[in-house]
Nanobody, 115 residues
C-alpha cells in the first residue's frame, strides 16, 4: 500500500524556518516526479516546488531563494526546507508524487506564519 505522510508543520514567526518531510512507503521516490503544493482556504492547491526523477528542480517565483526541495534517498523522504517565512506562506502543504500515470497525495501538514 502506497502512503505519503507529511510532518514538520507548525506555527512560526515571520522570518523563521521550518523543514517539512514527506515519508514515503510502498514506492521509491527516486523514480517519481515529486512536488510540494500549498493550499489556503477557498483556493486551489498551488505548486510550490518540484524535484523530478532526473533531479531537476522548479520553484514558484514567490519561494525561489527561500525554499529548497530535496530528497533523502536512504530514508525515502521528500523534504522542503523553508526559510525566511512570510505570513503569505501560511497554508496546508501537501506532498505529491506522480509517474507512469499514477499519482499520490499525502494528507497535508499545516504551516502557520505569524506576523
Amino acid at each position: 500500500q502506497v502512503q505519503l505522510v507529511e510532518s514538520g508543520g507548525g506555527l512560526v514567526q515571520a522570518g523563521g524556518s521550518l523543514r517539512l518531510t514527506c515519508a514515503a512507503s510502498g514506492l521509491n521516490l527516486d523514480i517519481y516526479d515529486t512536488h510540494w503544493f500549498r493550499q489556503t482556504p477557498g483556493q486551489e492547491r498551488e505548486l510550490v516546488a518540484t524535484l523530478n526523477n532526473v533531479e531537476t528542480t522548479y520553484y514558484d517565483e514567490y519561494v525561489k531563494g527561500r525554499f529548497t526541495i530535496f530528497r533523502d534517498k536512504e530514508k525515502n523522504t521528500l523534504n522542503l526546507q523553508m526559510t525566511g517565512l512570510k505570513p503569505e506562506d501560511t497554508g496546508v502543504y501537501y506532498c505529491h508524487a506522480d509517474a507512469y500515470s499514477k499519482f499520490y497525495w499525502g494528507q497535508g501538514t499545516q504551516v502557520t506564519v505569524s506576523s
